[in-house]
């Protein structure tokens, strides 16, 4: 039984890592295109949303703050239910 468990776990494991190599490579390839269209991208860094010319100048657009998931107690895995 553990053989089988643990069979599946590597390959749901693999799968993610090729999902996650996948995104990279397609995030990677649409900023390369975007820039040589000469259009603007918009980017999360040190909690800010950051807006990047096609002249290299970044512009901050707007400040961000953590969640509020932390603070109101709530946990992965908690179902909520609408009243």
Do not use: H
Request: hydrophobic share 35%; charged share 30%; with cysteine.
């Amino acid at each position: 039984m553990k053989k089988r468990a643990t069979t599946k776990f590597t390959a749901r494991r693999k799968e993610i890592q090729s999902l996650s190599a996948t995104a990279v490579e397609a995030s990677k390839g649409a900023i390369k295109e975007s820039k040589q269209l000469g259009l603007t991208i918009k980017l999360i860094l040190n909690k800010q949303i950051i807006e990047e010319l096609p002249s290299g100048e970044r512009k901050v657009v707007k400040s961000i703050s953590q969640g509020t998931a932390a603070r109101t107690g709530l946990k992965k895995g908690m179902v909520l239910c609408r009243k």
